[in-house]
């Protein structure tokens, strides 16, 4: 069964600080990997997408299948980027799509 | 953007009463739509998919008797927790696709606000 890890559910960094949100994934096929934020009283969203290979607000991922990793870097913490980060992982079962959530890790960023 | 509504917000019900909590696709048609459960600390578990006029798909472990789905047409999706108990309380939340964001590898979920559900 394919299973999301972030191992750490608090990480306070200071503004201008570098910033590393870590996930794990365990799944024997080929993963789709995303982050996704949600905001102080904000619904959950999207924020990138490992196919895309995209820059969101800073925030880049790299997926590295020999450590089965999806960490989510930023150079330059910043106070508006404290929030819920949760990685994800997409999987195709059985005829339909499946994605399952990390426990979430909480970005506290200080001025 | 992409806009999902979730109702009530906020609901408080005795224990054995039912409740019926709406997903709606505002500005999208949704042939897709997920329901997820969000314990205090603990990740978002998805507990069904539904599919727009067919049966919906329940995770392992969830009953689908107990959380009945109706997903009646492309912007409506109903989950309703019958005979409701206190271990029910939780966060519940539903996000969308949409049909028309393309397959492969593009796939968005447009989430809900939630809804708290709290069983005296």
């Known amino acids: 069964a394919q299973r999301v890890t972030q191992p750490e559910k608090l990480l306070s960094v200071f503004k201008g600080a570098p910033v590393e949100l870590k996930c794990n994934y365990s799944?024997?096929?080929?993963?789709?990997l995303f982050w996704y934020v949600q905001y102080s009283r904000q619904r959950l969203q999207l924020l990138l997408r490992?196919?895309s290979r995209e820059s969101i607000k800073g925030f880049t991922a790299d997926l590295n299948k020999g450590e089965t990793s999806f960490h989510l870097k930023k150079p330059f913490a910043q106070e508006e980027d404290s929030a819920m980060y949760y990685c994800?992982?997409?999987?195709?079962?059985?005829?339909?799509?499946?994605?399952?959530f990390g426990i979430g890790t909480k970005l506290q960023v200080i001025p | 953007g992409a806009v999902v509504s979730q109702h009530p917000s906020r609901v408080i019900c005795k224990s054995g009463t039912s409740v019926k909590i709406e997903c709606r696709s505002l500005?999208?048609?949704?042939?897709?739509m997920f329901w997820y459960r969000q314990f205090p600390k603990q990740s978002l578990m998805l507990m069904a998919t539904?599919?727009?006029?067919?049966?919906?798909?329940?995770e392992q472990g969830v009953e689908k008797d107990k959380f009945l789905i109706n997903h009646a047409s492309l912007t409506l999706s109903t989950l309703t927790v019958t005979s409701a108990h206190p271990e029910d309380s939780s966060f519940y939340i539903c996000?969308?696709?949409?049909?028309?964001?393309?397959?492969?590898?593009?796939?968005?979920?447009?989430f809900g606000p939630g809804t708290r559900l709290t069983v005296l």
């Open positions: 996000s969308a696709r949409d049909r028309n964001s393309g397959g492969g590898f593009i796939y968005e979920q447009f």
């Open positions: 994800a992982l997409k999987v195709a079962s059985g005829g339909y799509q499946k994605v399952t």
């Open positions: 539904s599919n727009e006029g067919s049966k919906a798909t329940y």
């Open positions: 799944y024997s096929g080929s993963p789709e």
């Open positions: 490992h196919i």
């Open positions: 500005d999208f048609q949704a042939t897709t």
